[in-house]
């Protein structure tokens, strides 16, 4: 007695085989691919579109551009979007602190008639990149300091 499990294979094998004889008849090859396969494929897919998409989407700024901003008293928010857990790695001096993951619920805070700058710990870390892709979306002025918390301490900038 064969189960449905059994029958399952034996078509898929059945109809290899005559994809396999075709491609020998008709001069082509057929190509197979796990389920596997074809998610990998999808995220390879999915993150090559998010590195396009970013780099126009989203305007970033140097660590000396906002120097001279806070140096100018340019009237700029300045938002650490890390997570709580990661408050001791330190705040760029007069920073707000709105994790990235609670902006949607608290873009009342911000004012959208001043630039808005993110930042996050490096510049490995996506999150000040994802805050201002969602700021500008909302409809502020906002850009990226990649270099974060970091890159900041790092130049013996003044930090709380």
């Given at each position: 007695m064969t189960n449905s499990k059994d029958l399952k294979t034996e078509n898929t094998d059945k109809e290899i085989q005559?994809?396999?004889?075709?491609?020998?008849?008709?001069?082509?090859?057929?190509?197979?691919?796990?389920?596997?396969?074809?998610?990998?494929?999808?995220?390879?897919?999915e993150n090559s579109m998010a590195q396009v998409k970013n780099p126009s989407q989203v305007k970033t700024i140097s660590k000396d551009e906002l120097i001279e901003k806070i140096e100018g008293n340019e009237l700029i928010q300045l938002v650490n979007v890390l997570k709580p857990e990661y408050y001791n790695f330190?705040?760029?001096?007069?920073?707000m602190k709105i994790?990235?993951?609670?902006?949607d619920q608290r873009l009342g805070e911000l004012d959208k008639n001043r630039e808005v700058i993110t930042y996050c710990a490096h510049y490995e870390c996506s999150a000040s990149r994802r805050a201002a892709e969602?700021?500008?979306a909302a409809g502020f002025n906002a850009r990226a300091y990649e270099g974060g918390i970091k890159e900041w301490k790092e130049a013996g900038l003044p930090i709380e």
């Open positions: 005559k994809d396999l004889n075709r491609s020998e008849n008709e001069g082509y090859a057929v190509m197979y691919k796990s389920e596997k396969d074809k998610v990998v494929e999808e995220i390879k897919e330190g705040f760029i001096k007069g920073s994790p990235v993951d609670e902006l969602k700021l500008s």
